[in-house]
């Protein structure tokens, strides 16, 4: 079946740069996605590309795609404390509309 | 407006119990999930329903039965609690990939946080 591999922990400075890598195995995925969830909160949508599409860029948010190495990061520029959070990559199952998830990445930031 | 709400927010029951959590969205979404967040924070999904009508139901134990009444409500009822049944359980909704061509992802509710004991 599908399966969406992340690194488990990252910590940062602010002001860094911070980047989440995402490994998935689906070839036949549309549209690749990720949530952020902040403690005791459900996951929000940050963004999404297209799997034509090699980047996006939004804000400080910028997602790199390489279908040929099934391989998705997102970078955050200029990293806060307040994007402290678990981040989650995500692919879509076009057949059933149904997201597999990877098992989340902990981003930290310190002062 | 809360577009996916879920209730309750907490839930702390015995096992052996039965209980209910009730999502609603009002986004007029198609289709209808439930997912599963163990405490190593793993989401799995376990169902999912279009138009009110089953669309996934993963390796999950009869003892989990959704009911969706229309295509705004998908609720889950889960006899017998066990304390491996503690998680948070998240429901969300989505339009329809298959109409629309286009899937801009889910939209989450908060959760409900089970603790079976």
């Known amino acids: 079946g599908e399966d969406v591999e992340q690194s488990l922990f990252l910590s940062v400075r602010e002001g860094d740069s911070s980047v989440i890598n995402c490994t998935y195995t689906?070839?036949?995925?549309?549209?690749l996605y990720w949530y952020k969830q902040e403690p005791g909160a459900g996951l929000q949508l940050l963004t999404y590309?297209?799997?034509?599409?090699d980047m996006k860029q939004d804000q400080r948010l910028t997602v790199l795609l390489n279908k040929k190495d099934k391989h998705l990061s997102l970078r955050i520029a200029d990293t806060q404390t307040g994007d402290s959070a678990i981040y989650f990559c995500a692919d879509l199952n076009s057949g059933y509309s149904t997201l597999t998830f990877g098992k989340g990445t902990m981003l930290l930031v310190s002062p | 407006d809360t577009a996916v709400s879920q209730t309750p927010k907490y839930l702390v029951t015995q096992m052996g119990n039965d209980k209910s959590i009730k999502c609603e969205q009002n986004?007029?979404?198609?289709?209808m999930y439930w997912y599963k967040q163990d405490s190593k924070k793993f989401l799995k999904i376990m169902f999912s329903?279009?138009?009110?009508?089953?669309?996934i139901n993963e390796t999950v134990p009869n003892r989990f039965s959704p009911k969706s009444p229309d295509k705004a409500h998908l609720n889950l009822h889960i006899n017998s609690l066990e304390l491996g049944d503690s998680a948070v359980y998240f429901c969300?909704?989505?339009?329809?990939?298959?109409?629309?061509?286009?899937?801009?992802?889910?939209?989450f509710g908060s959760g409900t946080r089970l603790t079976v004991v």
């Open positions: 329903y279009n138009n009110k009508e089953l669309i």
């Open positions: 986004l007029g979404h198609d289709t």
């Open positions: 590309i297209f799997s034509n599409m």
């Open positions: 689906d070839s036949s995925s549309t549209y």
């Open positions: 969300a909704s989505s339009p329809s990939f298959r109409y629309t061509g286009y899937f801009y992802g889910y939209t």
